[in-house]
């Protein structure tokens, strides 16, 4: 076994606080992450985890040994983008992830042309609304539809994309059609919801004439995949508040209807958010670049 794939290992199970956590993030079972973990303890003879039935915690040479890994594998990560600049020839994982509904529409078809280009740059895609620890889980950059609120994280903005409240034909002929936001709650109106843990969507959040208004609204069940929340407003279930992107087609065929235009939701940024430790890291500028060009096209084509 290599010995810097067992510090990897290591690293990761120190920060997961398990081997199958650790095992999955490097692509081993937790058989192999075993194996790898009483290596380095045979090689360095103590012990460098308390065990217990559900979690590994690091001893006291345990947390010595990874304050000591983590520059190492940052030492070894430099090297290898300096060689990749003047290669010209980037290689390596990167992982990558995305909410499911700009993921589907944005960023999961462009992957294999992103590979044709770089072949040697091995992309690990992981599609969620969840909200996604971008350090812990050892992300190199996120798409995300929002604003940075980490301090240890960079942002690149893509674009400002504008959002629509709206709903079926068929909800509102039997509902009437909310004229204010005051509305959407007077008349308790079923507005479907994105949830999730972390979820910052317990609030529609609208522009007024008296500045910015946020709405408590409710309906009567919500979803963790935003795309579940848009059938269901598309079957007359209720409204939503989605990006105009995203369901600009279907209000084209008329399936959708906007409504409050006159008080719109503030509209969110599509941007690239990565560690910064990954600033220099070649194949995360490359994968940015290459992102930002093609969600400014398809999704500019969307709202033609």
Known sequence: MSYLDNVRVFVRVVELGT???AGRDQRVTPAVASNR???LERHMGVRLFNRTTRKLTPTEHGRVFYDGAVKILEAVNEAEN???DLSRNPKGALKITAPLGIGRRLIASGIPEFHDKYPDIEVRLRLSDHNVDILSEGVD???KLGILEDSNLRMRGIMNCERVVCGAPAYFEKRGIPQTPDALIADKHDCLLLRYPGSKEYFWTLQTMEGVRKLEV???YDSDDGD???QWALDGRGIINKPLFEVKAHINSGALVPI??????LSVQLAAIYPHKRFQDPKVRLMIDYMAERCQR???GMLA
């Open 19 to 21: 081997l199958s956590a």
């Open 37 to 39: 973990i009483k290596e």
């Open 82 to 84: 300096a060689i990749a």
């Open 141 to 143: 950059v996120a798409f």
């Open 218 to 220: 409710t309906g009567p």
């Open 228 to 230: 579940v929340l848009t």
């Open 260 to 265: 409050l235009v006159d008080t719109p939701p």
């Open 298 to 300: 398809l999704i500019n």
